[in-house]
């Protein structure tokens, strides 16, 4: 394993750690992390919850009834990770949920795939990419699931590797381009599908079409001086690479079930993109502009609901008549970067937590609502202040997230902090939690 303390300093979220005074405080935290008292799961219902937090949009309403909030660690961070994070977005089936955390920092990193049931509240590691991939010390081993976790009509979970630190995807460590593994979740049973679908390129991005079973990707090449991002359609039944195109999705797509049809932004263009593998031709720009940082999936009526990464709004896309709507601000407060939204099953309700890469805190936290039908935005609990309180967890942002199929649940893995704040007052990342948000029903009405 790759110890940081060799490192005399890491630049993790845009800012720098030095390794001797914040790894230390980190090391010395109890690994696996554990709730007071000895609690597997720690239980939050309170009005406390509900208190309004300073910085609060005049327009933003605020829950009348409080959830209930569940909140584990995850036990495989047995020993201080460099750091333990997540960065790829999650996925409930039934009463369970599928989650990514990771060591993050290759070229000797590690990803973990976690199942948490809901039902017996008890974590189950699925996969290790170290213990898949299984390569000779020295060689590249990705730190990252960057990507989606999504089913197939197999009833396989489809995912796609990325590296930590951008100076390890070179000749020197051997790096040949990134994996597309699946895992069977009945088994534990992972298998590596393919890797280096673009040879030489990380891939951060992913959606899969379960029924066609067609991965598609978006890349990040390995030389980190080539800013070539490609998009790519992986046929996963015939090993074999459909399609590539230069100017790619950066970070994300839109999947339309109905029709496979799948769209993203072209990085280069700022073009909104279409490829259809009914066609198999390349794909063509359509009209139209849209923000498309993370998206939900097609809901009932055809549409798909993005965030955006920079424009700090809301859109509905209509897959049916690619007509595109702009629904406004998704803030509640100052933070807008928004790397994951999930849809509840009837498509009225989005549910979304701004302040990815660390800053949700400094909003409180806000766990947001957007009712589409009224095109309006709900708290409906500020988990930071009770947490910190409570548990001594500072929660800074998520990558993933996903509502139970009844819509009862929003599941969400957390980039936290146990350690503290640094010398300058900024919270590192160290450990990854999960909070299960149990939405009461009277918040989620659907007349």
């Not at 590596?192 to 673009?198: F, L, M, R, S, T």
């Not at 009932?300 to 595109?324: C, Q, R």
Request: charged share 20%.
């Amino acid at each position: 394993m790759f110890h940081l303390a060799k490192l005399s300093v890491v630049c993790i979220l845009g800012y720098s750690i030095t390794a001797r005074a914040s790894f230390g405080q980190i090391e010395q935290l109890a690994w696996p992390p554990q709730l007071p008292d000895g609690q597997s799961v720690a239980s939050v219902e309170s009005k406390d919850l509900l208190k309004p937090q300073p910085g609060l949009n005049a327009d933003v309403k605020i829950a009348k009834t409080p959830p209930r909030v569940e909140l584990l660690y995850y036990q495989q961070q047995t020993y201080p990770g460099h750091p333990w994070s997540v960065w790829g977005d999650g996925l409930a089936v039934g009463t369970k949920y599928y989650s990514a955390i990771g060591d993050h920092l290759a070229p000797q990193g590690d990803a973990l795939v976690v199942e948490y049931d809901s039902q017996t509240r008890q974590f189950r590691t699925l996969s290790s990419t170290s213990k898949v991939i299984n390569l000779p010390e020295g060689h590249y081993m990705p730190g990252k699931i960057h990507s989606r976790i999504d089913q197939g009509k197999d009833g396989w979970l489809y995912y796609s590797t990325h590296r930590g630190s951008t100076r390890v995807t070179t000749d020197e460590f051997h790096y040949k381009g990134d994996w597309i593994l699946r895992t069977h979740p009945e088994s534990g049973r992972t298998e590596i599908v393919a890797q280096g679908p673009v040879p030489k390129a990380c891939i951060p991005t992913s959606v899969l079409d379960p029924e066609r079973m067609i991965f598609y990707g978006g890349t990040s090449a390995g030389d980190r001086t080539d800013k070539t991002v490609t998009f790519f359609a992986y046929d996963i039944a015939r090993r074999k690479v459909l399609h590539t195109a230069t100017g790619g999705p950066a970070r994300y797509l839109i999947f339309a079930r109905s029709t496979g049809r799948v769209y993203y932004m072209n990085g280069v263009t700022g073009k909104l993109m279409r490829y259809d593998p009914a066609t198999g031709k390349p794909p063509k720009p359509i009209p139209g502009s849209i923000g498309l940082r993370a998206a939900t999936q097609e809901m009932p009526d055809g549409s798909v609901y993005t965030v955006g990464k920079s424009d700090g709004h809301l859109w509905k896309f209509n897959t049916k008549t690619e007509a595109i709507t702009d629904l406004g601000e998704l803030a509640a407060a100052s933070q807008t970067y928004t790397t994951t939204i999930d849809a509840d099953p009837t498509g009225r309700y989005l549910y979304y937590i701004p302040g990815a890469h660390g800053g949700s805190q400094k909003d409180g936290t806000p766990i947001i609502q957007f009712d589409t039908k009224m095109r309006s935005r709900k708290v409906i609990a500020f988990l930071q202040p009770i947490l910190q309180k409570q548990f001594g967890y500072v929660t800074l942002g998520t990558f993933g997230s996903a509502v139970s199929p009844d819509g009862s649940k929003l599941f969400v893995t957390w980039n936290g902090n146990r350690s503290g704040a640094d010398k300058r007052g900024r919270f590192p990342f160290d450990t990854c939690a999960l909070t299960v948000i149990h939405i009461p029903e009277s918040e989620r009405l659907t007349n």
